[in-house]
């Protein structure tokens, strides 16, 4: 009994009234996963890219998918009377995916080349910064050590010493790029690979410049300055356009990609644009009240404690926190944590002073449970 097909739409996971992007963005993601070179073995992954291969084929082509949806499977199984208009053994996949994935699939058996005479823009860089917390609360102005390319000043970026030009490599013709194709059970496929004989370049320099020996480029030491804004946390990345790599063939400099390390406080903690801090406070201040000092990022602020504050009781300074970096003039909180300090150590002027306390409170600070105090030796 011959193996039923599955339908085309639910092969692709879309509707039957998809459109052509819907098609080809369905089918993109599945050749993306099952594609053979990416699964080497799997029997399993191979037949799902093969299936879903035969589906884009026949619903991407208007005409075919018009009999598909009149007629079904039949249409092409010239067994049940049908066209046999599709014949996969003779179906190009390489064409398929030079149209959806560029260069995707060049190592992957097929794809469009690029030319190595077309501008491609320069690598990106990537540095560090060291600055303290306080710095990343007011912004600060920073200089890097970094090591650039340059265009050669004595060829011009062509590697080639002066009086002479580099040669089109005969390998590749200048493309680049050397092509192979090979017969699979998914019909020719196509492999796209840097030329062996010129490096990708195009180009063969017999001539190389003494000055850059034959890169086209020399390397230089540069201090750049770095504008750090204010509120800028640990971790994150300042982007410097055009002071990466240069490109090649008239492309564009790549960005330098600054990483800013901010440095722990002994004090503060932060948290987005919130920062944390504990304060000690005394038994009697904490009972009493009274106004305390309380250490900011902007200095010091006084604050009045309310009678009878409790311990890891947590107060909140508006406006004391870290300034938005999205948000100009906006700035997080400060939240103080209070711990009331209990003496470990005390005089016996003070430890008498200490159970006078007790004895006027009618001893509710050591209740026993029967609602009356009980007297105890406390320190000494």
Do not use: W
């Not at 035969?54 to 949806?69: G, H, T, V």
């Not at 159970?355 to 509710?364: L, S």
């Amino acid at each position: 009994m011959a193996e039923t097909k599955r339908d085309y739409y639910e092969v692709l996971g879309i509707a039957k009234d998809a459109d052509d992007s819907t098609i080809k963005s369905a089918y993109r993601k599945l050749a993306k996963r099952y594609h053979p070179d990416a699964n080497p073995g799997d029997k399993e992954a191979e037949a799902k890219f093969k299936e879903a291969s035969e589906a884009y084929a026949i619903l991407s082509d208007p005409e075919k998918r018009k009999q598909y949806d009149q007629f079904g499977h039949a249409a092409f199984d010239p067994s049940m009377g049908g066209s046999g208009g599709f014949d996969f053994n003779s179906f190009n996949a390489s064409d398929i995916f030079g149209d959806l994935f560029g260069d995707f699939f060049g190592g992957f058996g097929g794809g469009r080349s690029r030319s190595a005479n077309s501008a491609m823009r320069g690598a990106n860089l990537r540095a560090r910064v060291h600055i303290s917390f306080e710095e990343a609360v007011t912004g600060v102005k920073k200089e890097i050590e970094i090591t650039l390319k340059d265009e050669c000043t004595q060829c011009h970026g062509s590697g080639a010493k002066a009086g002479t030009s580099p040669e089109t490599c005969n390998r590749c013709g200048g493309s680049g790029q050397e092509v192979f194709t090979q017969q699979s059970l998914f019909g020719a496929m196509r492999s796209v690979r840097p030329c062996s004989q010129c490096g990708g370049s195009g180009k063969i320099i017999r001539d190389k410049c003494p000055n850059c020996q034959g890169t086209g480029y020399v390397r230089n030491r540069q201090r750049i300055a770095i504008d750090i804004p204010a509120g800028i946390d640990d971790g994150q990345s300042i982007r410097l356009r055009g002071k990466g790599d240069p490109g090649v063939n008239g492309g564009e400099r790549g960005d330098l990609l600054v990483e800013v390390s901010v440095a722990q406080h002994p004090i503060f903690k932060r948290q987005d644009t919130d920062i944390f801090s504990t304060v000690p406070i005394s038994f009697a201040n904490a009972a009493l009240g009274g106004p305390i000092r309380i250490r900011t990022v902007d200095g010091e602020v006084e604050f009045q404690v309310k009678p009878g504050t409790q311990t890891d009781t947590r107060i909140r300074l508006r406006g004391k926190g870290m300034p938005s970096l999205n948000s100009r003039g906006i700035r997080g909180d400060h939240y103080v944590t209070l711990v009331v300090q209990v003496p470990t150590k005390l005089t016996s002027e003070q430890a008498e002073a200490l159970r006078a306390f007790d004895e006027t409170m009618n001893g509710n600070t050591r209740n026993d449970g029967t609602g009356k105090g009980k007297k105890k030796k406390i320190f000494g």
